[in-house]
């Protein structure tokens, strides 16, 4: 949280779905360093714990709300803890990899309950909370995934074609009452998530498969969590409030070339 910020997100409450690591924790610290008070929504206590902490100790402001995102009633009790909603962050999200044949039925309820399901519960919640406060902002965590053929994606890719038309739709229901809805894009970012899938999935080979995932973008390199929380920073700031409906791909030249 050192470099000094603009603070453009003063004095805002912000919501944010798995907030305790990857590019939720980069969020959740970028946005308490521009001012906000921020909710991490986690079903990891541990890992909300420690970002919570993180951002204590830089001088932010941040609480934890346990809850699974997928589970109605607990996203529910979550929001009605909040004091106001000024700004939401749908970010919670799970992998999968197979194509048509190779994945279940089991796998396409799994990534639907987390991906989709998660994400309407943030928004049917958070959206009743926003009017309250006279309106604010949303921001949804899509892929590129929503836009290309990736290979062996098939449940992941259609959890984001979903999170994109879920935010067109919200966006278009709520601009006349001052909430806007975007999306943001990203390609591959290195996160956790990454080096742990490499580890168990090829031990021994994870520097070569970590070159090859990275040279999977044009510019040569996966992105940073701290890239994807700038711009949700910039987003969910009053900076953007002509900004609404829009999807923005950071994607180091993915869908530029593909």
């Not at 910020?5 to 924790?25: N, V, W």
């Not at 970002?51 to 346990?66: E, N, S």
């Amino acid at each position: 949280m050192t470099p000094p910020f603009s603070q453009r997100l003063l004095d805002k409450h912000a919501l944010i779905t798995g907030g305790g690591s990857g590019i939720g924790r980069a969020i959740a610290e970028r946005f308490a360093a521009e001012g906000a008070h921020v909710f991490i929504v986690e079903l990891s206590d541990a890992a909300a714990a420690d970002a919570a902490a993180a951002i204590r100790v830089a001088g932010g402001k941040c609480d934890v709300l346990a809850a699974d995102v997928s589970d109605t009633e607990a996203m529910g009790a979550a929001f009605a803890k909040l004091p106001k909603l000024n700004v939401l962050v749908n970010n919670a999200g799970i992998a999968h990899i197979g194509n048509v044949l190779t994945t279940t039925a089991s796998d396409m309820d799994r990534l639907h309950a987390v991906n989709v399901r998660g994400v309407y519960h943030g928004m049917h919640f958070g959206v009743a909370r926003l009017l309250e406060a006279g309106g604010g902002a949303i921001l949804n965590i899509c892929s590129v995934a929503a836009k290309l053929g990736i290979a062996d994606r098939f449940a992941y890719s259609m959890t984001k074609g979903a999170v994109l038309s879920m935010t067109l739709s919200v966006a278009r229901d709520f601009v006349d009452k001052k909430i806007r809805c975007n999306c943001v894009c990203p390609a591959r970012v290195h996160t956790p998530f990454v080096d742990g899938y490499l580890a168990k999935t090829y031990p021994g080979r994870e520097a070569e498969m970590f070159a090859k995932l990275s040279a999977w973008q044009p510019i040569g390199r996966m992105g940073e969590p701290s890239e994807i929380a700038a711009l949700a920073a910039f987003l969910c700031s009053d900076e953007a409030g002509f900004i609404t409906g829009a999807s923005y791909d950071i994607d180091g030249g993915v869908t530029l070339l593909r």
